[in-house]
């Protein structure tokens, strides 16, 4: 496959998208219920995009409550290759100052309350998470994101808290120990689901904080939060019309990590002992690798 059909999860701050053309909205349902808002459909250039904002238009969706399942098969069923998520987020290391973008590349689930899987009894898979993100699409997010003026990272461990509290000192100082880079609450099993539904994932962290680690600077709070994230989203969004414009004349080449067709190493029910209502729900996310 040589076509972009680039799925855009936007996080707390970025609600929309600049510059799409043909754009219309889709409100639609999975087997996994409602994704958090109607996907936003459009082109820039050649490239084919659909937006969703991961917390709803008006932030009105908890972490805990993002409906990552329904959201990652809506992407799916609309046609996505390859998934960018934007995310806000803390600094955990001195390095990374607010109004900085780093693109992560590693993640440590502390969340606990959440749907992390579409496979389940019936039709059991063990997808690897090894290497998480897509490197091809992380270098293609990171360039567009400097070529617009952003101060870009590249690499870094990205700690999944549940939320919606900001952390204590004793957890701020716990993560840095652990050699943590940045704090957020919505990467996974964000990443997870993409990686079960074979399609490549990147993140672009906008930091907007420190946490409540330096004591120098006030502990996190939503004010704080609020001046930096609005720099931080117009940069994000003149980053993604910079990356669709430069994927306009890229061809899609696969993941090279495998995402593509990493389900065919991951099933592991036998086909005796598949439950087909199980199947049948599960089409929209791994037909490929169970009909194939």
């Not at 003026?149 to 100082?173: C, D, I, N, V, W």
Request: proline share 5%.
């Amino acid at each position: 496959m040589s076509k972009w059909t680039l799925g855009i999860i936007g996080g707390s701050g970025l609600y929309e998208i600049d510059g799409l053309e043909d754009r219309r909205e889709e409100q639609v349902e999975t087997a996994w219920g409602k994704p958090s808002d109607a996907l936003v459909r459009g082109r820039i250039g050649k490239v084919e995009l659909v937006f969703l904002p991961r917390h709803g238009k008006g932030h009105r969706i908890t972490p805990t409550d993002v409906p990552y399942r329904a959201n990652i098969a809506a992407l799916k069923a609309a046609g996505v290759t390859d998934i960018l998520s934007i995310s806000a987020c803390g600094s955990l290391q001195e390095v990374y100052a607010p109004g900085e973008f780093v693109a992560a590349d590693q993640f440590i689930d502390r969340t606990f309350a959440r749907d992390k899987t579409f496979f389940g009894a019936g039709m059991v898979a063990h997808v690897s998470m090894a290497e998480p993100v897509c490197p091809r699409l992380s270098g293609l997010a990171a360039d567009a994101a400097e070529a617009v003026g952003a101060k870009m990272h590249r690499g870094g461990t990205y700690l999944a808290m549940e939320g919606p509290q900001f952390s204590s000192l004793a957890e701020s100082k716990l993560y840095r120990q652990w050699g943590c880079d940045v704090i957020g609450m919505t990467a996974m099993p964000e990443a997870k689901l993409a990686r079960e539904a074979e399609l490549p994932y990147a993140i672009l962290c906008m930091v907007t904080d420190y946490d409540c680690w330096r004591a120098e600077t006030e502990a996190v709070s939503v004010t704080n939060v609020l001046e930096i994230m609005g720099q931080n989203s117009a940069l994000a969004r003149k980053a993604v019309v910079e990356l669709a414009e430069r994927l306009s004349g890229t061809e899609r080449t696969p993941d090279p990590n495998g995402t593509d067709t990493c389900l065919d190493y991951a099933l592991i029910t036998a086909p005796s002992a598949r439950d087909p209502e199980m199947l049948d729900r599960l089409q929209v996310i791994a037909g490929r690798a169970l009909n194939g």
